[in-house]
C-alpha cells in the first residue's frame, strides 16, 4: 500500500477573456483580494480561437493571464472556480457575462484548468467543478493533449506558462518530488 504524502503546492493563476479592456485591471485588483499578489502577467493577445463568447461578450475578445505569487494547495481548485464563477456574475451586465475568468494551476509537469463542464477526460471535483489536465510538461516544453483548447497549443501561451513555470520551480525548492498523495 502505498503512503499517502505532503502535497506539493503549485501555482495558481488565472486566464481572462473580455472584450472590455479596463476589465482586465479590475478583474485583476479583485482577485488580488482574495487571492494575493500577482506575480506574473502576460500580454494582451487577440482571443480568435472561437466564436463561442461572441454573442454574450462582444467582438473582439482578448485574452490575458495572471498568476499569483503564493503557492496553493492544489485540492483549493475546485471553490477557486466557484469563487471566479460568482465574480463573473457580479460584473454581468443585463444578464450576460462581460468576462470569462477560468482559474487552473501549474505544476512542475502540468498545467491543470477548473471547469463547469463534464467531458470524458474530465475528473469531478466537487460542487459542479471538474479539472482537466490541458498540458503537460514533456522533454522540456509544454505538449497539448488530443483535447486541448486551439489557443492552449500556441507558442505565446506556451511562452508564458515557461514564465509561470520557472517561478513555480524556484518557489517549491525544499519540498521533495514523489510526495503527492496518490
Request: hydrophobic share 40%.
Given at each position: 500500500m502505498g503512503q499517502v504524502g505532503k502535497v506539493s503546492p503549485v501555482k495558481l493563476l488565472a486566464g481572462l477573456i473580455t472584450a472590455d479592456l479596463l476589465l482586465?485591471?479590475?478583474v485583476k485588483e479583485r482577485l488580488e483580494k482574495v487571492w494575493g499578489p500577482v506575480d506574473c502577467v502576460?500580454?494582451?493577445?487577440?482571443?480568435?480561437?472561437t466564436r463561442y463568447y461572441e454573442e454574450e461578450m462582444g467582438s473582439p475578445l482578448y485574452r490575458q493571464f495572471i498568476s499569483f505569487?503564493?503557492?496553493?494547495?492544489?485540492?483549493?481548485?475546485?471553490p477557486r472556480k466557484l469563487f471566479?464563477?460568482?465574480l463573473e456574475n457580479e460584473l454581468a451586465a443585463d444578464g450576460k457575462r462581460r468576462i470569462n475568468i477560468d482559474p487552473g494551476y501549474l505544476a512542475p509537469a502540468k498545467l491543470v484548468l477548473a471547469t463547469t463542464k463534464d467531458r470524458a477526460h474530465r475528473i469531478y471535483?466537487?460542487?459542479g467543478i471538474y479539472a482537466e489536465v490541458t498540458l503537460l510538461y514533456y522533454r522540456g516544453r509544454f505538449t497539448p493533449l488530443p483535447w486541448t483548447y486551439p489557443d492552449y497549443r500556441t507558442s505565446g501561451y506556451h511562452q508564458y506558462f515557461l514564465q509561470v513555470r520557472e517561478k513555480c520551480l524556484r518557489q517549491t525548492k525544499g519540498f521533495s518530488r514523489g510526495t503527492s498523495k496518490t
Open positions: 482586465f485591471a479590475a502576460s500580454e494582451i493577445m487577440d482571443f480568435n480561437y505569487q503564493e503557492l496553493v494547495d492544489p485540492g483549493s481548485l475546485a471566479t464563477n460568482s471535483l466537487r460542487d
